[in-house]
């Protein structure tokens, strides 16, 4: 079989079922699906290099004139249309909500002519490392390494072929043919499938039923659907943990080493996460995913972790898979994230920060959630003027960088308030004193005069896209003139085209490196600054440039290179779906998240 490179990243669409992913190429590929969950080493598929790793492919056996895809409207169900000179064939993907173990659901039907279609699919288990005994079996296929097996169930004849299975079908208008793949534990028995165009109607009802909740009604409400249903996605239902994204190391530069795994929740996506599930009308996701947050974070505050486990695990070690290429030769490909045993101060301000927004919305904390809250600033009391690691979780030496410092003061300044308000107990008037010290260590040692800006940090001359969240967080309004000077000065140094850089990389011939793409969540930052100074006229305009860089179904990945006008990036990306929906509402009225937050 000949290799063949992936697709683009933003050639690919999600389905899922809230505790399993499936990434969709336009070709009809899917080549990354975990299971039975995110965090799980039994990996059918990857999106890591050619289909001898994994790889099922559903589409025309001849050539191509026009594919046409969408999700249909309010959920995840995805339709990729294939037009070719006979005909016209639509290829219906989707995962039903769970029941026990996944089902991944795709159904080919005939809309014009008679579409002559192949069926190509690759099983490996494991990132690609094992090849399973596949068998035939009535109507269609079992494959079983390990703790791991899958049924195929199919009317389409299909039979080996150096080691993948092949198949071809014609269908005609008005016909379906049904495709469900099933994973078990290998030990226990396969119960009997529904029907494949039950299962859609089921899953079309529970989606639209969903995302009939969203109480957004602006200019922007199907890009704010559509990321609120991605956010959903990313939901892992049984703890109600978020993951940053479903995949692992998709390059932030093609062919570069800047691969991470983001299966991972991260605690600074708390609070953002929260406002945009909350103001979006999905209280009850919100609630749980403050439930995970608690429960992830219990215990000793010196030992809090940026990130956790789906289900709030902690042993989390990082290691390399070195027999698989990576996207587009980008390696290594890492499992597991060692950034989860960093310090990073900035977690405590969201972790307070999310405290106080559930307060604002009479949500009560129960006593060790107090308890904890009083741990955890007892122990940033002596943390604080610490050096740590920042917010892009830099692997080299630590250092005092002003946004962890700005985030420290969040913490004290949402602990003045919680006791303000009667919502906890503590020493108010030292905690008082404490905000007050960090915002003048921070404007002393955080800014340079000459720049007339904040840094990186402490000493850099350099600049941080981080410091874009200095108003959004309340530290200083964002129309004082020390922002006002930041703000100039980012966009002097880290704004091209209208895309923010997070930091300077100097390449031999000046000017920004090519280290990796803009970062699609300061570039909303960025549009939520211009709205809180009044500038909301370019505001829209750059929030509506952001918008039109999600691929053809509204999906964003972490970063965007605009030299090779593609996305990158582990995809698609929580963050960047979260930072959108802050800011449609930012620039819809009413007192969205930035303004809530804005200093008093």
Request: charged fraction near 25%; charge should be neutral; glycine fraction near 10%.
């Amino acid at each position: 079989m000949t290799p063949i490179m992936p697709l683009p990243i933003e050639d690919y669409a999600l389905i899922g079922d809230l505790e399993t992913a499936a990434l969709v190429g336009k070709d009809g590929s899917i080549d990354w699906l975990c299971v039975p969950r995110f965090d799980s080493g039994a990996c059918f598929a990857a999106l890591l290099g050619t289909p001898e790793q994994g790889r099922w492919l559903i589409g025309p056996a001849g050539e191509v004139r026009r594919v046409r895809r969408r999700y249909r409207p309010g959920t995840l169900i995805l339709e990729t249309e294939f037009e070719t000179d006979e005909g016209t064939a639509t290829l219906i993907d989707f995962m039903p909500p769970r029941r026990e173990e996944p089902d991944l659901v795709r159904i080919v039907e005939g809309k014009r002519g008679q579409v002559k279609m192949r069926v190509d699919i690759t099983i490996r288990f494991d990132y690609g490392s094992v090849i399973p005994w596949v068998r035939k079996a009535s109507k269609g296929l079992r494959a079983i390494a390990g703790a791991n097996s899958l049924r195929l169930r199919t009317p389409v004849p299909l039979h080996g072929e150096g080691f993948h299975t092949v198949g071809e079908f014609t269908v005609g208008k008005g016909e379906q043919v049904p495709f469900t793949l099933a994973w078990r534990p290998s030990h226990r028995h396969l119960g009997r499938l529904p029907p494949a165009e039950k299962e859609l109607e089921a899953t079309e009802k529970w989606w639209k039923e969903w995302s009939n909740h969203c109480t957004y009604r602006g200019r922007w409400r199907e890009a704010v659907v559509r990321s609120l249903i991605t956010l959903k996605a990313l939901i892992y239902e049984p703890t109600g943990g978020v993951v940053a994204a479903p995949t692992t190391s998709l390059p932030e530069k093609l062919g570069g080493f800047r691969n991470w795994d983001y299966r991972f929740c991260w605690l600074r996506d708390a609070t953002f996460t929260l406002y945009a599930l909350i103001t979006g009308g999905y209280h009850e996701e919100a609630c749980r995913w403050r439930d995970w947050l608690l429960r992830a974070v219990a215990g000793e505050p010196a030992k809090l972790q940026i990130l956790y486990g789906l289900s709030g695990e902690r042993l989390i070690p990082e290691w390399e898979v070195d027999w698989l290429s990576g996207y587009e030769g980008s390696k290594p490909v890492r499992i597991g994230n060692a950034a989860s045993s960093q310090l990073q101060l900035d977690v405590y301000g969201e972790v307070m920060d999310s405290f106080e927004s559930a307060r604002r919305r009479a949500d009560k904390t129960d006593e060790i959630g107090r308890r904890f809250q009083a741990a955890l600033l007892d122990f940033l009391e002596g943390a604080w003027q610490r050096p740590d690691r920042g917010i892009w979780e830099s692997r080299g030496e630590p250092q005092h960088y002003v946004h962890s410092k700005v985030m420290a003061w969040v913490a004290f300044d949402r602990a003045v308030k919680a006791v303000d308000c009667s919502h906890i107990e503590g020493p108010v008037e030292r905690w008082r004193q404490l905000r007050s010290d960090i915002r003048e260590e921070i404007c002393t040692k955080g800014f340079d005069a000459k720049r007339n800006s904040f840094v990186h940090y402490y000493g850099a001359d350099k600049l941080d896209a981080a410091l874009l969240l200095i108003p959004l967080v309340g530290f200083l309004p964002a129309k004082d003139p020390m922002m006002l000077g930041t703000v100039h000065a980012i966009e002097q140094e880290l704004l091209r085209d209208g895309l923010v850089w997070r930091y300077v990389r100097v390449a031999e011939s000046g000017g920004l490196a090519d280290a990796e793409g803009a970062f699609l969540a300061c570039c909303f930052w960025y549009v939520d600054n211009l709205a809180l100074q009044g500038k909301r006229a370019e505001a829209v305009r750059h929030f509506e440039r952001l918008i039109g860089l999600a691929n053809d179904v509204g999906l964003l990945s972490e970063e965007y290179d605009p030299t090779a006008g593609r996305l990158v990036g582990n995809f698609p990306q929580a963050f960047s779906h979260v930072a959108l929906i802050n800011s449609a509402r930012n620039l819809s009225g009413g007192g969205g998240p930035a303004e809530e937050r804005q200093t008093e």
